[in-house]
């Protein structure tokens, strides 16, 4: 009956080595004449236990070495090629070890029979037989399709998803776009789809403005690959981008050149920013928070939101009876209070080094220029000018054409507000998947910041509250530890040689850290709980475009508007 079963599972490749020590957990396979195994593949052989009856034992291919056996020296590889001296070819191969079925960890015999896996065992040898809810990640060397667990997604069972690799080889970004499609479209969210969101924070460009187009260069064999993978081929249905007002531009139009519609300016008012306290966003590096004068800025933070009155319509605000309708009209009004002795002191609250107040001074000056199109009061009020979640399934807030400075405060702000928003509401469904690039930058290893504080919980409570992070990364090794150790599904692509040996990657055995520094794009290595090693995955091309070219439909650069900069109520305002 054993031997029925093991032929059932596919083409016998070779056998078990006896000149190896094989165990439960891994074993060495001879290869058959003829016969190949590639790195990645899934063999299973099997074992009649006494009492227990036939045990799977099933593992995938982690080394495969050839050579001359009956070679004594280096030169002697001449010899046997002229057949002056007689040696055999032997390729051998080891396996690790994943599945033990039942659970009867014997060793494999010498000399038993290695097959490679059947689509059943293939299936039990991976653990896809006990997910009940599995999203496709890719497909595998063998062509056929690699699962993730949704319970270690979704926070069921663990949550977080962390991706490592080398700038602009790793397809870090196209790898998280492609397992949100994956989720919203696999069918594992059921009811819940509609409701689910995505946030991206897209650095990169204008390369992910371009969503929901189709993509001009995806072919039959790829459709082939969506369709082997049970996904459709088409873009992501519902999108929304979020860019930032144009500098200089007093109707706020959003600073994008190549889409033309679903694009929605976002900034705060002067009023919102007093009142939220988002000064301390303004001070969001980690270097901010190790000067003396992170204390004076909570001070101050409170003295604005205590004593900053809105003015109008367009969110300007009046402190002290100065009004204040722009970003650099707040920073001159707290220039000129907290250098006025008698001022100076309501302000911080308490004595105050002269030092201390200048320093904070210089650096909060140093916002002016990348924060004031963000920061204004010289818009009309009423206006939709938030980044919001609610308006479509794929929220993305363009951020490349703000400097770093910039960046940080609305990464900040935008991420503090989508978690108090969730923690209000009492549950963690529906799902917020927030999808964040350089996590290196955000949250980095040494230093603390506000933007660091939210990432901490998000990584630590978000997957009681329903906050899902898909956070990238150049370098692990340089982002907080809790955050990347939270992470139930790790995902590495190129790396480099000298990040790939650092600790944070012992999740990769030797063998898959050196196949790492050498991975192609579109190749990524994932390790989830489940699964005790880490499967090499292929995405398949996108679906969507990932640039304006790609777009199937070419996005027309606006023309310019006559009538720009003159007074007009919301409705008349071009979007573009």
Avoid at 273 to 288: I, K, N
Avoid at 404 to 418: D, P, S, T, Y
Avoid at 490 to 501: M, N
Wanted: proline letters at 7%.
């Amino acid at each position: 009956m054993a031997t029925d079963q093991a032929e059932a599972a596919g083409e016998v490749v070779g056998r078990v080595l006896g000149t190896q020590a094989a165990s439960p957990l891994s074993f060495w396979i001879g290869l058959e004449p003829g016969k190949v195994v590639q790195l990645d593949d899934v063999v299973v052989t099997r074992r009649e236990v006494p009492g227990y009856g036939p045990v799977l034992v099933a593992g995938v291919v982690t080394t495969v070495e050839a050579r001359h056996e009956g070679a004594a020296y280096d030169s002697d590889v001449f010899l046997i090629a002229d057949g002056a001296l007689p040696a055999a070819v032997v390729e051998v191969a080891e396996v690790r070890v994943t599945r033990v079925e039942p659970e009867v960890f014997v060793p494999p015999l010498p000399g038993s029979k290695v097959y490679l896996a059947g689509a059943g065992d293939r299936d039990q040898a991976l653990y896809f037989d006990v997910m009940d809810r599995r999203i496709p990640m890719g497909m595998g060397r063998d062509g056929q399709p690699l699962y993730v667990n949704f319970d270690f997604l979704d926070g069921t069972r663990g949550a977080h998803v962390s991706i490592s690799g080398v700038s602009g080889i790793a397809t870090k970004t196209s790898f998280a776009t492609f397992l949100l499609y994956s989720i919203f479209n696999s069918g594992v969210l059921e009811g819940e789809a509609a409701n689910t969101k995505a946030l991206i924070f897209s650095v990169k460009g204008e390369d992910l403005l371009f969503l929901d187009h189709d993509n001009v260069r995806l072919d039959e064999s790829a459709r082939n690959v969506y369709a082997r993978l049970g996904l459709p081929a088409r873009p992501f249905g519902s999108v929304h981008v979020f860019a930032p007002p144009r500098p200089g531009d007093p109707n706020g139009v959003p600073h994008v050149s190549a889409r033309t519609h679903g694009v929605s300016s976002f900034y705060w008012t002067l009023v919102e920013f007093c009142e939220d306290e988002l000064l301390r966003f303004v001070f969001a590096d980690a270097d901010d928070e190790r000067a003396g004068y992170s204390l004076l800025v909570g001070q101050v933070a409170a003295r604005l939101k205590a004593w900053a009155e809105p003015v109008g319509d367009g969110g300007a605000v009046m402190v002290r009876g100065t009004a204040c309708r722009t970003f650099p009209d707040l920073v001159e009004l707290l220039s000129d209070q907290l250098q006025d002795e008698a001022a100076r002191h309501e302000w911080t609250g308490a004595q105050t080094p002269l030092g201390t107040v200048n320093a904070f001074l210089r650096r909060l000056r140093s916002a002016v220029r990348p924060l004031s199109p963000i920061v204004r009061g010289d818009l009309p009020f009423f206006r939709n000018h938030s980044v919001k979640t609610s308006d479509a399934q794929v929220s993305i807030v363009d951020l490349h054409n703000l400097p770093e400075r910039a960046q940080r405060f609305v990464v900040g702000v935008v991420l503090r507000g989508e978690f108090h928003r969730k923690e209000s509401s009492g549950t963690a469904r529906p799902l917020l998947f927030v999808v964040l690039d350089e996590l290196n930058k955000y949250a980095p290893r040494e230093g603390d910041s506000p933007i660091k504080e939210i990432l901490l919980d998000v990584a630590e409570r978000g997957r009681s509250l329903g906050v899902i992070l898909i956070g990238a990364q150049q370098t692990a090794s340089e982002v907080e530890r809790r955050i990347v150790s939270n992470s139930a599904v790790r995902v590495a692509g190129r790396l480099d040689p000298a990040e790939a040996a650092r600790s944070e990657y012992g999740w990769l055995p030797a063998a898959v850290r050196d196949r790492a520094t050498i991975a192609k794009p579109g190749t990524m290595f994932v390790a989830q709980p489940e699964i005790p090693v880490p499967l090499a995955v292929a995405f398949p091309f996108p679906a969507w475009a990932t640039r304006p070219a790609e777009a199937a439909t070419a996005p027309a650069r606006a023309a310019a508007d006559p009538f720009q900069g003159l007074p007009g109520v919301e409705d008349d305002i071009p979007p573009f």
